[in-house]
């Protein structure tokens, strides 16, 4: 696969600002989502995007992926017993740890956790980051009406259980 | 709150929110908004929704690291901090993650530790990996006091069985991957990176912690398959690799 195109390149510095914002909505954390953004920047340069790419949306995608690989990666280390109790010291912040808008983020964050991998990716796309229908749909590589549907499913489930109520209010 | 307002409604509704409803949809569906209370109130619940999402990422695109721009901007010469892998579920305390990641940047690829150039500790290391399950915190302790975690089991390409491991022998740390000699019983360590303990009041974290993008990278690079589950890695330890 060819390297970027300078165009490319350029679209792509352009987009880091709201990449590394949906690198946030699916980690929850500011170093997570910085290495997410690193690890994506990376796999661009590393692999190329075909020619007539829209880096914009490809570099999306490959976060997406990204992302996909380390829930993968995660649910093999968690299958080690001793994994169990050292992972929910590790999610436990101290109060110390969290600023107020860190609270409302990680509080945020764990509502959309809730979320199938699908509809929370779909979801922040378009409520986050602002994309079309059509343009999820791009990314995610599924037609606009499963956007639709996905993004309702995960709207519903937030509202009827007030996930998302209860974690800002907290 | 939502139990009255059909499925088609909602996805009607949540599409109207995002401004993906037209031409006749929208305008039925603003009629009907002005005629039914269940539905008016669904859709403010959905638009105070869409603002209680929003609220946490405002700025956060500001916030975009130097060294990754960098590494896009034009005749750049940049080479990349290693990032966490593993790490992005166990971000806390994340100033401290940070310091971990430039401390691994500026120890870089070191020599091959001492344990490598043949001895004891060596079959004691080959040892352990051959007989001990993967964890992902704590320790196992070694005959001639190095500390070992095996962390993960995977096939190499080449049908070899391999491990990542981490290694405390007082003055080194070591982040390996060892793989098996078929039949001899023998794990010969094939990559590794040092790794530096953060700081002397928290020295052993987690390993994702200190997880190495260049581990991560040869593992993506030579693995044939995911990781093990841990009964299959149990069932191979019993079996003696076989």
């Known amino acids: 696969m060819p390297s970027l195109s300078e ?27 910085d290495d997410l953004l690193q690890v994506t920047v990376e796999r661009v340069l590393d692999k190329g995007m075909p020619a007539d790419a829209d880096a914009r949306k490809w570099a999306y995608r490959v976060c997406k992926n990204a992302w996909i690989d380390e829930l993968r990666s995660r649910e093999v280390r968690q299958r080690y017993p001793q994994q169990a109790a050292g992972d929910e010291e590790a999610e436990a912040p101290s109060a110390e740890d969290s600023a107020v ?14 979320l199938p991998d699908e509809q929370r990716l779909a979801l922040t796309l378009v409520a986050v980051e602002g994309k079309s229908y059509a343009e999820a749909a791009e990314i995610l590589e599924v037609p606009v009406g499963t956007i639709m549907s996905r993004i309702a499913r995960a709207r519903r489930h937030l509202l009827d259980n007030r996930s998302l109520q209860r974690a800002v209010e907290r | 709150m939502t139990e009255t307002i059909s499925t088609d409604d909602f996805q009607q509704l949540s599409a109207y929110v995002d401004g993906e409803l037209h031409g006749v949809q929208r305008q039925q569906l603003e009629a009907r908004l002005a005629a039914e209370p269940a539905l008016a109130a669904t859709l403010a619940a959905l638009r105070e929704q869409q603002a209680q999402l929003r609220a946490p990422f405002q700025g956060a695109g500001e916030a975009v690291p130097a060294h990754v721009r960098a590494l896009l901007e034009k005749g750049n010469n940049v080479v990349s901090l290693p990032t966490r892998r593993g790490g992005y579920w166990q971000g806390r305390p994340l100033h401290r993650l940070a310091v971990a990641a430039s401390l691994l940047a500026a120890v870089g690829l070191l020599a091959l530790p001492r344990w490598q150039a043949g001895s004891d500790s060596e079959a004691l290391l080959s040892l352990a990996l051959e007989t001990l399950p993967s964890r992902a915190t704590g320790w196992h302790e070694l005959e001639d006091g190095q500390r070992i975690r095996p962390m993960l089991s995977f096939p190499h390409q080449n049908g070899q069985w391999c491990r990542e491991y981490l290694l ?36 052993y974290r987690p390993a994702s912690a200190h997880d190495h993008r260049d581990v991560a990278a040869w593992i993506d690079a030579h693995a044939a398959d995911i990781a093990l589950g841990a009964s299959q890695e149990a069932e191979l330890i019993a079996n003696q690799w076989q």
């Open chain 1, 7 to 33: 165009q490319q390149r350029a679209d792509l510095l352009d987009e880091l600002a709201p990449l590394r914002r949906f690198c946030l909505s699916l980690t929850g954390a500011a170093a997570d989502a």
């Open chain 2, 168 to 203: 405390d022998a007082g003055d080194a740390h070591t982040h390996g991957i060892a793989c098996r000699e078929a039949g001899a019983h023998q794990w010969q360590t094939t990559f590794s990176v040092a790794w530096e303990p953060s700081d002397e009041s928290n020295a």
């Open chain 1, 101 to 114: 808008g860190e609270r409302a983020l990680e509080a945020v964050s764990r509502a959309l956790d809730r």
